[in-house]
């Protein structure tokens, strides 16, 4: 219930940003505990070789963690809208809110493909049955999680520059169809 003269749209914003801090920050402390998960299993490393026991405590809290990451991504980018620069030329002529929102888009982009991957490495490190041998594969999840809270930043940088350009547009061409 709104009180008498207030934007009930004035909470969308924080709450949005919120949501996604929460889930990215949730989704790297998860990817972070599933290294650890990992890292208790029994090994025996040879060199580089490494020979050791899948966790599926470190699986499920991987997957847990690229699951969280890609619904922080899609609300930031699905709410954030699609504000793109095509050219050099309309990247120098746009307002400073739009070059934010297209470089933390960017950026948002980045971190995500490398969490993402830093996480599949690691959850398919850990899903095999049995004991597996190879290369040594240190790291992935920590460094995906650790990615996750980076993607924190750009996506909520993304959303709220998103936001300003939408209000920006809005007050130079009000009568335009949404």
Same mark, same amino acid.
């Given at each position: 219930?709104?009180?008498?003269?207030?934007?009930t749209?004035?909470y969308?914003v924080?709450?949005?940003c919120?949501s996604?801090?929460?889930m *990215?920050?949730?989704?790297?402390?998860?990817?972070?505990?599933?290294?650890?998960?990992q890292?208790?299993?029994?090994?025996?490393?040879?060199?580089i070789i490494e020979?050791r026991?899948?966790?599926?405590?470190a699986?499920?809290?991987g997957?847990?963690?690229i699951?969280l990451?890609a619904?922080?991504?899609?609300i930031?980018?699905?709410?954030g809208?699609c504000?793109?620069?095509?050219s050099?030329v309309?990247? *120098?002529?746009?307002s400073?809110?739009?070059?934010?929102?297209f470089?933390?888009?960017v950026?948002s982009?980045i971190?995500?493909?490398v969490?993402?991957?830093?996480l599949?490495?690691?959850?398919?490190a850990?899903?095999?049955s049995?004991?597996s041998c190879?290369?040594?594969?240190?790291?992935?999840?920590?460094?995906?999680?650790?990615?996750c809270i980076?993607?924190?930043?750009?996506?909520?940088c993304?959303?709220?520059?998103a936001?300003?350009?939408?209000?920006e547009?809005n007050?130079l061409?009000?009568h335009?169809p949404?």
């Open positions: 219930m709104a009180m008498k003269g207030q934007n749209c004035q969308t924080p709450l949005v919120f996604i801090i929460l *990215d920050v949730i989704a790297g402390v998860l990817g972070i505990q599933a290294e650890v998960a890292n208790q299993v029994q090994n025996l490393t040879v060199w020979c026991d899948p966790s599926y405590k699986f499920k809290l997957f847990a963690a699951v990451l619904f922080a991504h899609a930031a980018n699905f709410l809208g504000h793109c620069v095509r050099q309309e990247l *120098d002529n746009v400073y809110n739009k070059r934010l929102a470089g933390s888009l950026f982009w971190t995500l493909v969490g993402f991957s830093m599949i490495a690691g959850v398919m850990n899903s095999n049995r004991k190879g290369i040594s594969h240190h790291r992935y999840l920590s460094i995906g999680g650790i990615a980076i993607h924190a930043m750009f996506a909520v993304y959303y709220i520059s936001t300003a350009v939408e209000r547009e007050k061409n009000p335009a949404v």
